[in-house]
């Protein structure tokens, strides 16, 4: 069974500023079923005063929205930020690390976020939440080639260039010989 959900992405920049005053505010990019419950939780727990939804006018709930948020994070990977939570404790009383968190502009998360939920809306997986066949001869025929020499890794412009021209081929690709109405 499969339930829709939202990704989201949060910002909390006064409390980064106090924490971290050498260091840009970070984003929370992360998954719910109920975003405000989930806001909540993380004010709460890890003591984020100021923490807010940056808003994105395309954010609808979807199916597979745990997809999204794995494929925006493997995107963003070289701009995540290990967070100490001082407030927050595991089980065994350490302190907790959260992982989902990133040093990106709002711009930069949104365009992410934007361009895999796009991806989803593609149906590109089966009920069963397996890559259709269409998408899967993409990432492999497609997208498995190197990156150009001007994507560097901490260049989030090229890859989001590149991603977008390959999710374009793959929604104009994917349609041909068929008729809608």
């Not at 997809?67 to 595991?90: A, D, M, W």
Request: aromatic share 12%; net charge positive.
């Amino acid at each position: 069974m499969n339930k829709e959900g939202y990704v989201y992405i949060f910002k909390a920049p006064k409390y980064f500023q106090r924490r971290f005053p050498d260091e840009p505010p970070l984003l929370k990019i992360g998954m719910a079923g109920h975003v405000s419950e989930r806001m909540e939780s993380l004010r709460k727990d890890c003591d984020l005063f100021d923490l807010a939804r940056v808003d994105d006018f395309e954010g609808i709930p979807v199916n597979f929205y745990w997809k999204i948020e794995e494929q925006v994070h493997t995107e963003l990977q070289n701009f995540r930020r290990v967070f100490p939570c001082k407030k927050c404790k595991s089980k065994n009383g350490a302190e907790t690390k959260h992982k989902e968190w990133f040093a990106v502009t709002e711009e930069v998360a949104l365009r992410a976020v934007q361009r895999w939920r796009k991806f989803i809306q593609q149906e590109s997986y089966d009920e069963n939440g397996l890559l259709k066949n269409h998408w899967s001869n993409m990432m492999v025929y497609k997208n498995m080639k190197k990156p150009t020499a001007e994507e560097k890794c901490d260049n989030p412009q090229r890859r989001h260039e590149r991603w977008t021209r390959w999710l374009e081929e793959g929604v104009s690709g994917c349609c041909v010989g068929v008729v809608r109405a």
